[in-house]
Nanobody
Framework: QVQLVESGGGLVQPGGSLRPSCAASGSTLTIYARGWYRQAPGKQREWVAVITSSGSTNYANYAGSVKGRVTISRDNAMNTVYMQMDKLKPEETAVYYC??????????WGQGTQVTVSL
């Protein structure tokens, strides 16, 4: 089992930045991908970013709507993934969920952290 705990959400003005983080614990050696999703009120959960590793090299991919404004990174020693979000828009107000995928097909979710973009 893997436990994921997000933090770092909050209220930010349009154009501002936030850097939520996701700490993993438990059987983290089985995890090959870490990512972020978000779910706005009344909408389906959507994928935002993912990071995978091969040896010492990290590979990141982003949804088209955030590419160029969002950077996902990881601290392997701390089993923590970060998502730097810049130039935030009001329509990006959502609950942001951390996600992890295991080699055996397991999928883990955090409890979510609220991000509100508003004046």
């Amino acid at each position: 089992q893997v436990q994921l705990v997000e933090s770092g959400g909050g209220l930010v003005q349009p154009g501002g930045s936030l850097r939520p983080s996701c700490a993993a614990s438990g059987s983290t050696l089985t995890i090959y991908a870490r990512g972020w999703y978000r779910q706005a009120p009344g909408k389906q959960r959507e994928w935002v970013a993912v990071i995978t590793s091969s040896g010492s090299t990290n590979y990141a991919n982003y949804a088209g709507s955030v590419k160029g404004r969002v950077t996902i990174s990881r601290d392997n020693a701390m089993n923590t993934v970060y998502m730097q979000m810049d130039k935030l828009k009001p329509e990006e107000t959502a609950v942001y969920y951390c996600n992890a995928k295991g080699c055996g097909g397991q999928v883990y979710w955090g409890q979510g952290t609220q991000v509100t973009v508003s004046l």
